[in-house]
């Protein structure tokens, strides 16, 4: 099992700025391959949410998102994981209120880290207390701790990677 987070861990500018630049013009841009999904976490479910996800169980999904996973690689690198059980890159759309969804599906036991990849006023609500997206920003914690996304008002979109780790 992997050393415990107790509070989840916020690192701001968290790669340099050039590597950054290409991770967030991908994940905001208008070629990356979204999957739409007609649920958030569970079925049925009101909400929705776009994502690719990259390495699943531990094992590349599709050879074809090789250079996905280049461009998180600064990212991974400086986490350093001793094993990667899935990257997966997440997209919500504006909504005209917040909405919560809770967000369970990784392996337990493990840990998580939530990389940023645009600033806008949705974010992730850990323990009861929201952390605002901020690109290039780092939130790190336990599987184990519930969260939840919270979706943009602000900006069109809300992206970020979801890494679940040992």
């Known amino acids: 099992m992997s050393e415990k987070i107790l509070k989840p861990i916020i690192t701001d500018n968290f790669i340099p700025p050039l590597l950054f630049s290409n991770i967030k013009h991908t994940?905001?841009?208008?070629?990356?391959?979204?999957?739409?999904?007609?649920?958030?976490?569970?079925?049925?479910?009101?909400?929705?949410?776009?994502?690719?996800?990259?390495?699943?169980d531990s094992h590349s999904t599709h050879r074809s998102f090789i250079n996905y996973f280049h461009m998180i690689k600064p990212a991974l690198d400086k986490i350093n994981?001793?094993?990667?059980?899935?990257?997966?890159?997440?997209?919500?759309?504006?909504?005209?209120?917040?909405?919560?969804?809770?967000?369970?599906?990784?392996?337990?036991?493990?840990?998580?880290?939530?990389?940023?990849?645009?600033?806008?006023?949705?974010?992730?609500?850990?323990?009861?207390?929201?952390?605002?997206?901020?690109?290039?920003?780092?939130?790190?914690?336990?599987s184990d701790v519930e969260y939840k996304v919270v979706t943009p008002t602000d900006l069109k979109i809300f992206t970020y990677a979801l890494i679940n780790y040992d």
Not at 31 to 55: A, L, M, Q, S
Not at 95 to 124: C, D, R, W
């Open 27 to 56: 994940l905001t841009g208008d070629t990356f391959f979204w999957f739409y999904n007609d649920y958030v976490n569970y079925r049925p479910c009101d909400g929705y949410k776009f994502t690719n996800e990259i390495i699943k």
């Open 81 to 142: 994981p001793k094993k990667l059980h899935s990257v997966r890159f997440n997209l919500f759309l504006k909504t005209i209120k917040p909405e919560k969804y809770l967000i369970n599906s990784h392996k337990q036991n493990s840990k998580l880290a939530i990389f940023f990849a645009n600033n806008t006023n949705g974010g992730v609500e850990i323990d009861n207390t929201f952390i605002k997206s901020t690109e290039n920003q780092l939130v790190s914690f336990n």
